[in-house]
């Protein structure tokens, strides 16, 4: 079930101007010129006082005047900089009834939406329309490495892949961490694809944890090489791991951060 916080902007303000300072500094996002009858947003993101990592979901939709009708949408993600530009249009008349940018964060249990809105936005006037800054937090505790310890999250697969709607979350319980790192996992999808689970081996080294992820039975998931540093040196805190695989389950450019707990069903761990 998601869960829905929502801002609506009345007025903007000078930490507006700020962004668009912002955006015209950013190779990544460059500034963006209105065509006419079209409406140009862009805002900046950040997650825990950061820009998001992995990159955030961001939907931006206007909807036009009651009298003339007519709506327009563009997903993306957010870039490095935690910054998102779009251009939507055009449209008739002079404005658009509103303009919505909902940003979704994922982690194991449930997708988390932050929606803010602008009404009686005026088309084109040659600059973008700049919204106040999305801050974001973590609902769960980023995960912490050790034995007995279980976590999970959201695998976020890069935009260029378009892949819409899939929703993958993956769960470690982690039994062994000491001659080397053991334990389980299992992979669970929105869809209606069955859960792919088994288990893992693999080494801790200072910069992290480099697992082998076996499905059990073997399936066209093939093995999954996972590699996740440490957030900071001597911490035991996990940054965001990268996934990579030969088999059906992974795509290119795959990435992953844990949270405390684990919100899948648990498996029995191996006999010896």
Known sequence: MAHYSQLRVVTLGAACVALLVLGCDNPETPPIEPDQGSV?????????????DPRLPVTIQAWGALQTGGTDSVRMETDSAGEYVAQLGPFSGSMVDSV???????????????????????????????????????RLPEAQFGSGAAMCGSIRVPSTQGVDGEYVRLALWIDQVTDSVRG????????????????????????????????????????????VPFAEENSATLGVGELA????????????????????????????
Not at 40 to 52: F, M, T
Not at 105 to 130: F, H, K, M, W, Y
């Open 184 to 227: 389980r996992w299992r992979l669970n999808y929105s869809t209606s694809v069955g859960d792919e689970y088994g288990y893992f081996a693999g080494v801790e080294t200072d910069a992290g944890l480099t697992l082998e992820l076996t499905p059990q039975p073997e399936s066209s998931c093939g093995t999954i090489d996972l590699a």
């Open 100 to 138: 919505r940018v909902r940003v979704t964060q994922s982690d194991c249990g449930r997708e988390t939406i932050t929606d803010l809105r602008r009404e009686n936005v005026a088309l084109s006037s040659g600059e973008p329309l700049v919204l106040p800054d999305v801050t974001l937090s973590y």
């Open 40 to 52: 140009a947003v862009q805002g900046v993101v950040s997650e825990e006082g950061q820009p998001p």
């Open 245 to 272: 695989s030969a088999g059906a389950c992974v795509l290119p450019g795959s990435v992953v951060r844990f949270f405390e707990g684990a919100e899948l069903g648990e498996l029995v761990p191996a006999v010896e």
